[in-house]
């Protein structure tokens, strides 16, 4: 029996509960409105802001992206230990004859695929709007970095949830820890950013500094999603931020493994 | 007799939060069970009696691997193979049908199962294909047998499964018992239904304080006991304890009932 069969199981489990009906909606507002919006051609931008190709509108699209996507992995992963902790159902799949690793690598697929898979699909949808909009389609190199970045960033939060599912005692605690996460890093990592600039000595009055954009583009690793826009940046021609290639790569290859290993030790552990 | 699961020594403490100022995070060890020494036959029923808190369910769960506790004359996940569990009063719910939840368990199992054959045995064939969210406790009850019969364990290790069932499938749920033991299946079973169990089990283990203080059959445990013919559990564990049978109050359970072995051997 392989992780992917059991998280296939689990992941159609939780794409038929009752909170998809949220998230649906939820994320076809932010993502298919978003494209519809930003593919204006009399849209008007900040100067800075260049939207002149399918990819830049996805690449601007993709704000929209990590609210409501990120968010709905959080909505989908916060209980996924938990609950089954809490009614005593863990203790039954705890007691089969399953690898427990392999168990772990099961729930973070499954939980992954409930979100990535619904993202997915609006994604095409976006494209096909960005299409019909402007008339312009990104290559295939460029939807597949998107694409990519998309089930990275999505792979790390749910990673992020089912390890604080997993610590919570009950459920109000996990949602607690997975809101909190969610709104550290996509509504106050800016701060934290400035905080960090201020005490380095770099100039808060002007966001485009080159210093600040520097310490911006490090901070930006720190972050799920500042290293999510990183992944989509490498592949534009106007934005540069200084970052090497390499550090960018490190840090994925970091955010994919370090949340996912803590997740497998942690089931490897847990009791009941 | 064919002997299925030994334990020798088993012993296990849970670590519980030790509230403290400066190190809120501290633990220390709590209560838990203590050397213990079992033998698990295949077709015997084996019932494990004692007050609340002796340690029943944690011994259960060691029995079933979920603990990385050593004394098992199999390792963990060869026991957690050839047991199967069903845990005190589950909760299953969510929006997924019977079926859906045991075929999640025979995943994990990773054998051909006939669920149909199951899900018939435990009498949820109407069920099946029924939403979670919508069973009765008594329906959880049968579903989480369901799951514990998932490929044809040769232990089964069964907290307190008679809650919540009715008379009548108390008895179905007996008799199914009863034919597994005869088929050569080894059954672990606690329960406060002492009048069925009484009638059910062929042994008992009688545990306290995380002890085991006396094992063998009704008889055997009667005689060890000086208890005449007449004497049930409730007889068994006040003697076992020292309660006189008059003046059983729900202090049982205290902890100064016994002397509180530490893993060291020492008194605590």
Redesign the interface.
């Known amino acids: 029996m392989s992780a992917f069969r059991l998280g296939w199981h689990i992941m159609k489990e939780r794409i038929s509960a009752g909170r998809m009906m949220v998230i649906w909606p939820l994320l076809t507002i932010f993502i298919l409105f978003a494209s519809w919006g930003l593919s204006d051609p009399n849209l008007n931008l900040p100067a800075s802001i260049v939207v002149d190709s399918a990819y830049d509108v996805m690449y601007v699209a993709s704000a929209f992206i990590l609210l409501s996507a990120t968010m709905g992995a959080v909505l989908i992963s916060f209980d996924g230990i938990s609950r089954d902790r809490l009614s005593g159902v863990l203790e039954v799949k705890l007691s089969q004859p399953i690898n427990r690793s392999m168990y772990a690598r099961a729930l973070l697929l499954g939980h992954w695929g409930a979100i990535w898979l619904p993202v997915m699909f609006l994604n095409v949808l976006s494209v096909l709007i960005i299409w019909h909009r402007i008339d312009d389609l990104p290559s295939i190199e460029e939807f597949f970095i998107h694409t990519l970045a998309t089930a990275l960033v999505l792979f790390w939060y749910t990673s992020i949830q089912l390890l604080a599912s997993s610590w919570a005692k009950d459920l109000g605690s996990s949602i607690a820890i997975g809101l909190g996460i969610w709104m550290i890093f996509t509504l106050l990592w800016l701060v934290f950013t400035t905080v960090i600039a201020g005490l380095s000595g770099v100039g808060v009055d002007d966001l485009n500094s080159a210093e600040f954009v520097r310490i911006d583009a490090f901070m930006d690793l720190l972050s799920p999603n500042g290293l999510y826009h990183h992944i989509l940046e490498m592949h534009l021609d106007n934005v540069d931020r200084g970052m090497s290639p390499w550090n960018v790569g490190l840090a994925t290859v970091i955010w994919s493994m370090l949340p996912a290993y803590l997740l497998t030790r942690r089931i490897e552990r847990i009791h009941p | 007799m064919e002997t299925s699961l030994t334990l020798t020594g088993v012993s296990w403490r849970h670590m519980v939060r030790d509230f403290s100022t400066w190190k809120p995070w501290a633990k220390r060890a709590g209560a838990g069970i203590h050397s213990i020494d079992l033998e698990i036959n295949k077709g015997t029923i084996l019932g494990l009696i004692g007050p609340n808190g002796a340690g029943k369910t944690t011994l259960m769960?060691a029995i079933?691997?979920?603990?990385?506790c050593e004394g098992f004359d199999k390792p963990s996940?060869a026991r957690?193979?050839e047991?199967g569990?069903?845990?005190?009063?589950?909760?299953?719910?969510?929006?997924?049908s019977v079926k859906?939840a045991l075929?999640?368990?025979a995943?994990?199992?990773?054998e051909e199962v006939d669920l149909d054959a199951i899900i018939q045995t435990v009498g949820l064939s109407t069920k099946s294909e029924q939403l979670l969210d919508n069973l009765s406790q008594g329906m959880r009850q049968r579903l989480?047998l369901a799951?514990a019969l998932i490929g044809n364990p040769k232990i089964l290790v069964m907290d307190e499964p008679l809650n919540g069932l009715d008379p009548l499938a108390q008895r179905a749920f007996c008799n199914l018992l009863r034919t597994l033991a005869n088929k050569g299946v080894a059954v672990v079973i606690s329960s406060h239904q002492v009048a069925d169990l009484e009638a059910l089990v062929d042994r008992i283990a009688l545990l306290h304080h995380g002890q085991l203080l006396i094992e063998g059959t009704l008889g055997d445990i009667r005689k060890e006991l000086e208890l005449d013919e007449e004497s049930g559990i409730v007889e068994m564990i006040c003697s076992a304890t020292g309660i006189d049978p008059e003046e059983v109050s729900l202090q049982l359970s205290n902890d100064d009932m016994l002397p509180f072995k530490t893993l060291g051997g020492e008194e605590e």
């Open positions: 769960r079933c691997g979920l603990y990385d996940e957690r193979s047991i569990y069903m845990p005190e009063q589950v909760r299953w719910e969510g929006n997924v859906h075929q999640s368990i995943m994990m199992r990773d989480s799951c």
